[in-house]
């Protein structure tokens, strides 16, 4: 084949971003061998979860946006479906590249296998085997219909072989989001910004929910701020709320409840932060308490203690490494896991095989060999 090989990347929410970037990034020194769309389906859109985090990655302006925006999964799903059907169709695509497992990688990955283009899931074989998280669904359906399934880890593919799937479209390659964080981590660093917020090394945590089960009912959100603060007193907490938390915040008239601690607790709400303040501020943090998926990796690979404050995760090589606690989502599992969090050293070589940054060159030297056979 002597014209250029087309690759497209659909990415959609937040953390597919850290995702793609190094792939943009593995695909340079190819030149005019790879010709390569961005795709935004605009499934994020407000400018801290998107714009901002592109422009810390220094990803290309995307080539086109679908603004999709918000609504039911349905809704949502089927837009991007609709939207995205005649663009890559008139892109005609060799590889389509979707990572992770939110709607917009389940929507592109089911348009294009329909239309015959063969798909890349990037973060292949996580399961939390907990089918009421609309992202269990998405990386079910997403593995099972694309042709090339690049796992982040070895119980991930174990995971795609019991399911019976082939061997030969499982490969081990690493973790890009680690590829993103070793790219940014010493600028991250430098840039000072937890001694912005006043912070010192070491002494204060950072808190993220955006799980519509934890964030979605008044009872159980207050359940687990109520958790946070009564088991970490006036240590610092750093709560950069996503869109939806800051709603329901806002909706559930609990913006009291934060005015009502301040003095009493450490607890401090904010906007969410761009990727390389965000970074910055984990890395020098004395703990993470979390929903995300992300976030527990990103922990592992720094060595920080982090408390996952769900039922489950589709990422127990973060246990098995020792940095996450599964917490679950109940006041004294919460608790007993930040007191323990609190006596735990921070590790420092934890990671996982193949997170060493190079992942997404893995990935693009396999796909290129296989476009070339
Ligand atoms: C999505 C992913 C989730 C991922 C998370 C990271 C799915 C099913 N879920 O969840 O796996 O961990 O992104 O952030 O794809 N909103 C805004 N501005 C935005 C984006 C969202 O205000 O830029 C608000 C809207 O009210 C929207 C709500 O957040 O309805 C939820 O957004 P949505 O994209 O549906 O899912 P996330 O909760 O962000």
Redesign the pocket.
């Known amino acids: 084949m002597n014209r250029p090989l087309k690759f497209m990347s659909v990415v ?4 597919n971003f850290m995702k793609v970037a190094p792939l943009i990034r593995a695909m340079e020194p190819y030149g005019n061998e790879i010709e390569h769309q961005l795709i935004h389906t605009g ?4 400018r801290p ?2 714009d901002a985090i592109l422009s810390d990655l220094e990803m290309p302006l995307p080539d086109i946006n679908l603004s999709v925006g ?2 039911t ?1 349905a809704h ?1 799903t089927a837009r991007m479906m609709t939207e995205i059907e005649p663009v890559l169709a008139g892109f005609d695509p060799d590889i389509v590249i979707v990572p ?5 990688t389940m929507a592109t990955a089911v348009t294009a296998c329909k239309l015959g283009f063969k798909v890349a899931h990037v973060e292949a074989g996580l399961r939390s085997f907990d089918m009421s998280m ?2 269990e669904v ?1 990386r079910r359906i997403t593995d099972s219909i694309s042709e090339f399934l690049f796992t982040p880890d070895e119980i991930a593919s174990l995971n795609l072989e019991m399911e019976g799937v082939d061997p030969a479209r499982i490969h081990f390659v690493g973790n890009v989001m680690i590829d993103s964080l070793e790219w940014c981590l010493e600028r991250a660093r430098a840039s000072r910004f937890a001694k912005s917020l006043g912070l010192r090394p070491g002494n204060y945590a950072v808190l993220t929910l ?3 089960t934890n964030t979605d009912f008044k009872e159980k959100l207050e359940e687990i701020l109520d958790a946070v603060v009564s088991s970490i007193g006036e240590f610092p907490v750093i709560f950069p709320a ?3 938390t800051q ?1 329901n915040i806002e909706q559930f008239g609990m913006l009291d409840w934060f005015a009502k601690r301040s003095g009493r607790s450490g607890i401090r709400l904010f906007e969410p932060f761009g990727y390389f303040d965000f970074l910055g501020l984990i890395s020098d943090s004395r703990m993470v308490l979390t929903d ?3 976030l527990q990796e990103e922990t592992t690979a720094l060595g920080i203690p982090c408390v996952t404050i769900r039922e489950n995760t589709e990422r127990p090589i973060t246990i098995r490494k020792g940095t996450n606690l599964l917490a679950g989502t109940q006041r004294a599992g919460i608790v007993e896991a930040i007191v323990h969090a609190m006596d735990m050293e921070d590790r420092q070589s934890c990671r996982p095989e193949k997170w060493d940054g190079k992942a997404a060159q893995r990935i693009i030297s396999a796909l290129t060999a296989v476009c070339r056979k």
């Not at 959609?12 to 953390?15: D, K, S, Y």
Request: hydrophobic share 10%.
């Open positions: 959609g929410a937040r953390p499934q994020h859109y407000d979860m998107s918000s609504g999964h949502q992770g497992d939110v709607n917009s609309p992202e998405n955006h799980r519509p996503h869109p939806r709603n995300s998926g992300g």
